[in-house]
Structures are given as structure tokens and as C-alpha cells.
Nanobody, 130 residues
Framework: QVQLSESGGGSVQAGGSLRLSCVPTIYSDRKFTMGWFRQAPGKKREGIAH???????DYADSVKGRFTIFRDKDKNTVHLQMNNLDLDDSGKYYC????????????????????????RGQGTQVSVSS
């Protein structure tokens, strides 16, 4: 099991940057894949960035080239660096983790994303204005 705590949301103008952070508290030795998903009013939840314990990453097309997910060297805290933000990036962002998906390859094979992960944080709001 894992508990997740997010931080780093806020308001920014279009074209700006934000960094979200997620600190996991993990109660097992199992490998976890972690990721971020977001939800905006009237839109479906969208898994946008993922990283497994080996450091392999995966991105949704909507954020590829603009967002980067990475871990601290201690391999615990996971960050989402968001650059060149636009109005469509506004929403609530959630950190998520899944022990039953140990690798990105497994996640892709199963057709899943962070939206489907069992553990998630409380979310942090990102607001992008023109």
C-alpha cells in the first residue's frame, strides 16, 4: 500500500511553468509505477505522465514534449515539470501509484493509465490563464 501527498499546484499565465511534486509513503518492498492524471470540469480524467521503478517514462500525446516526469535520486519523490502551459492544462492534478503494475511495459500491455491506479492523492489545482 502507498499513501501519496501532492504539492506545487497554483495559477500561472499561458506559456508559464509549474512543478508538481508527489511524496509517497510506501509500506511494502514491491515495485510501483507512479503517475499523474488530471481532471477538468466537463472533461474525462486523463492519465498524462507515468514512471516506473526503473525510470522508464510514458506520456500522453497532449503533454509530450512539454511535461517531464522524474524521480529524485532517493527514488521516492516524483515530480512533474510542466512547461509551456496552455489553457487546456487547467484542472485538478492527482498523483497515483499502482503496485500491481511494476513496469511501463505492463501498463501499456494492459491498456491502463494513472487513472486506473489503486492509490491516489488528494489532488492539487492547476489554473492557467490567458
Amino acid at each position: 500500500q502507498v499513501q501519496l501527498s501532492e504539492s506545487g499546484g497554483g495559477s500561472v499565465q499561458a506559456g508559464g511553468s509549474l512543478r508538481l511534486s508527489c511524496v509517497p509513503t510506501i509500506y511494502s518492498d514491491r515495485k510501483f509505477t507512479m503517475g499523474w492524471f488530471r481532471q477538468a470540469p466537463g472533461k474525462k480524467r486523463e492519465g498524462i505522465a507515468h514512471i516506473d521503478s526503473d525510470g522508464t517514462t510514458d506520456y500522453a500525446d497532449s503533454v509530450k514534449g512539454r511535461f517531464t516526469i522524474f524521480r529524485d535520486k532517493d527514488k521516492n519523490t516524483v515530480h512533474l515539470q510542466m512547461n509551456n502551459l496552455d489553457l487546456d492544462d487547467s484542472g485538478k492534478y492527482y498523483c497515483a501509484a499502482e503496485a500491481d503494475i511494476p513496469t511501463i511495459a505492463t501498463m501499456r500491455h494492459l491498456g491502463l493509465s494513472a487513472v486506473d491506479f489503486a492509490s491516489r492523492g488528494q489532488g492539487t489545482q492547476v489554473s492557467v490563464s490567458s
